[in-house]
């Protein structure tokens, strides 16, 4: 469960928190009480001490089938394309856009040596050669799933060229 995931309540867990009816702990009746659909787990995690504390609570309450957790929507940002615009660069520019927006202003060092190394490549290999890199960069901010996402667009560009 990633920290950027946002649980709603079902109707079985509106119903929980009258009836009592699955007797949970005070932990996970204060998590299911204040699980919105509008706070991210990040968010919810004040009510433990750590983050995978309140993952597994959010998971115990999922099975319960009183959360459930939408899947991710990923939005890729728009592509520049043009007369003259190759799909290699169409997809340097799509990793660097989402790399550097994924860090946010606290990665700003590490997005900035990321940027760097594309500015370096000049082949489809040496392109590849950056998703491992590009993978433990973005999955820290968006996910594992956001960058799967990203490399697999990035792929079909790199068919292209």
Known sequence: MQPSHVPQKT??????IDSREHRLSWQQRALLIETNGERSVADLSHV???HEATAAALEELRALGL?????VQVELPRLVAGQGVTSLQQARQ???DTA????GMFGGLSALRFTLKIERCYSVDELRALFPDYRKLVAKGKGAD??????????QLLALA
């Open 100 to 103: 550097v927006g994924s860090v």
């Open 94 to 96: 799509l990793l660097n």
């Open 146 to 155: 956001y960058a799967d996402t990203v490399l697999g667009r990035v792929e």
């Open 11 to 16: 109707a079985a867990g509106r119903r929980e």
């Open 67 to 71: 959360i459930e957790i939408p899947e």
């Open 48 to 50: 433990f001490k750590t």
